[in-house]
Structures are given as C-alpha cells and as structure tokens.
C-alpha cells in the first residue's frame, strides 16, 4: 500500500511539474508580448500630453 501511495505521488508530481513548466513558459510569452505591445503604443503616439506653465 506504501509502494503504491509512493507510486501514485510520484505521478502526480510530474504532473504538476509539466503543468508548471507549461505555465511558466506561456506567462513568459505573454510578457513578451505585451512589453513589445507597449513599445509599439508608446513609438506610435503622436499626442504628447504636457503640463500648462501656469
């Protein structure tokens, strides 16, 4: 009953690890692509909001 507690805990652990790694790499993808995003925003604004000198 051990060896297959050991067995199944086992599994599940690669699993977690799997679902982990493919968290990790599709959060990273995402920041990737909003930072580009962003650069494209700011490079593309042409209202430039400045403060009045009262």
């Known amino acids: ?8 805990a086992a599994v ?4 977690l ?5 493919w968290s990790f790499f ?7 692509i ?3 995003a962003g650069l494209l925003g700011v490079t593309t604004n042409t209202h430039r909001v400045t403060e009045s000198q009262p």
């Open 1 to 8: 009953m051990k060896q297959n507690a050991r067995e199944q």
């Open 12 to 15: 599940a652990a690669e699993a």
């Open 17 to 21: 690890l799997h679902a982990a790694l």
């Open 26 to 32: 599709a959060l990273f993808i995402g920041v990737v």
């Open 34 to 36: 909003s930072a580009l």
